[in-house]
């Protein structure tokens, strides 16, 4: 379709996103790509339920009908937690306030379904964490004899080691790990566009060194570290696919063990901090550690420790080797989106 026949809604929404919010709204670039796939979403939704392609949107579809089911759908369908629909619903209102500041008579169904969205209220659950075996018998299940199967067993080591968020492990480049007198050291860049530094354990350091120069991406400093079967730099979506091809393994072969309902990439952030603190590591470090902005989002994990606190970090930092045989990765297919969304 060309872009003069476009519709007003998909104008705007392209303008919104290659203009207004990368030079202009000075929110960092995981916030944009939170808000891209926030759009997404709904663009699925929509053809679920309407039966539309993406181009073929109108404002007057974005009734508060449409806004409030997808909203349900994101909780009941994808189950998302309220904190995830809220910042879905955060996303359509910055792009419904730019909107009507441009074409208000086009967007006012829009924004005034998105006015009468109420945000809901968060209820507060227990954090699910791995227990140091649940986290040994997921280490050793990639199979590193396998191509695939040796950048999973990095990643799902890596993870443990940094406590890195999903997108902060997506977006390290080769630049950004370093051996420094002897110590292996990240460079992260969190949310805000906030960088922090900090070092891993040995074993994780050398497994990371030794995958770079097998791979044929040390020395290329620019170059992501981790890579999908399709894109130069891996997604959240593809992070979490390997989270779930991993849990499924590890529940089939071990009954007894990863008996929540729902895992996810972030909860093994949620295990490092767990097991950071039972091993005695010092709040303050391990704010530092993970890049909180307030001590007291760091302080929830006092709450979860169900361990001792007189273990020495050692005891967390040598718990990964890995082996077990590959499977492909399910890949979903997308629908087609707009450029600007991709």
Known sequence: MRKN????????????????????????????????HSFRLLFQYIYQVQKKNADEILFRDLDY??????????????????????????????????????????????????????????????????????????LHLPNPQKRLGFRDQVLLNLMYASGARAQEICDLKVRDFFVEKNLYKLTITGKGNKTRRIVIAKPSGILLKRYLEETGRAGQLETYIFSSQTHPQMTISCVEEIYKKYIALARAGHPGMFLEKRYTPHTMRHTTATHMLEAGVPIVAIKNFL???????TERYAELSQGTVNRHIRDWNEKWFSHQKEEPVERKKENVLPDFLK
């Open 5 to 36: 026949k476009l519709p007003e809604f998909t104008l705007l929404l392209e303008q919104f996103f290659t203009e207004y919010m990368p030079f202009s709204s000075r929110l960092s670039p995981n916030t944009i790509r939170s808000y891209k």
């Open 65 to 138: 009908e449409t806004i409030d089911g997808f909203l349900k759908w994101i909780e009941t369908e994808r189950g998302c937690s309220a904190s995830t629909r809220n910042l879905r619903l955060s996303a359509l209102a910055s792009f419904s306030f730019y909107a009507q500041n441009r074409n208000f008579e086009a967007a006012t169904v829009f924004a005034n379904a998105v006015r009468r969205t109420p945000v809901k209220k968060e209820a507060i659950q227990p954090r699910i964490t791995f227990s140091l075996d649940e986290v040994s018998v997921l």
């Open 291 to 297: 890049g909180h902005s307030s001590i007291s989002t």
